[in-house]
């Protein structure tokens, strides 16, 4: 598969736990949030978004969470399963604005 | 099925021969944008495109062009193709600004 990351940050989780993946952003004015799932020899496959006016949003088996304050997006999955295993990152946008700032990425494990 | 196309999927090519990815979407969406992605570094932005004729350029343009004559498709080309531009290229598409939902499968581009 692709390597897009030879040296990203690993997170590895029993498969049935609950994973939190963590991104810091840049931009204290970036108001829009996204997250992404990449898969080895895959595109990014958006999985959830989130507005500056939102702390929390849910969607099925994960919840994002952002901290304005210390500008920290979280992604938590919950009842992690194998298919979960994938390279996550974050992407921040400011609103009205065409550009993009995507994040380097986690390495999800998910271990049987 | 929703999709965006990009051909080819792999590429070697050699320095100065010009290239072209063809990126093709079947989902009427407006907006339209490449991205390359490098070991360490985050998706950057190389053009984005708002419409058919209406083009602008990303973070990282340079030796990259691109055309949008038609909805559906938006090639990226680069007429004289240096080893710097050896990289994994991905076509995104949106049906409103910036929500990047809707990746094609990647390109790897290798120039010797």
């Known amino acids: 598969g692709e390597s897009v990351g030879l040296h990203l940050p690993t997170l590895s989780v029993q498969e049935g736990d609950n994973s939190i993946i963590n991104c810091a952003y840049s931009n204290s004015a970036s108001d829009y949030f996204i997250w992404y799932k990449q898969e080895s020899g895959k595109g990014p496959q958006f999985i959830i978004d989130?507005?500056?006016?939102?702390d929390k949003r849910q969607g099925q088996r994960v919840t994002v969470l952002l901290n304005k304050t210390v500008k920290h997006l979280s992604l938590q999955i919950a009842a992690t399963q194998p298919g979960d295993s994938a390279v996550y990152f974050c992407a921040e946008n400011m609103e009205g604005t065409y550009k993009y700032i995507f994040g380097t990425g986690t390495r999800l494990k998910v271990l049987a | 099925e929703a999709q965006v196309t990009q051909n080819p999927r792999y590429l070697i090519t050699v320095t100065g021969k010009k290239l072209t990815v063809t990126c093709s979407q079947n989902?009427?969406?407006?907006?339209m944008s490449w991205y390359r992605q490098d070991p360490g570094l985050g998706l950057r932005q190389i053009y984005y495109?708002?419409?058919?004729?209406?083009?602008d350029k990303g973070d990282v343009p340079e030796g990259y062009k691109v055309s949008r004559k038609e909805k559906r498709n938006f090639p990226l080309i680069l007429e004289s193709p240096s080893p710097n531009q050896t990289s994994l290229y991905f076509c995104?598409?949106?049906?409103?600004?910036?929500?990047?939902?809707?990746f094609g499968q990647g390109t790897r581009l290798t120039v010797v």
């Open positions: 989130i507005r500056s006016n939102m």
């Open positions: 495109s708002m419409n058919v004729e209406v083009t």
């Open positions: 989902m009427n969406h407006e907006y």
């Open positions: 995104a598409s949106s049906l409103r600004q910036g929500k990047w939902a809707f």
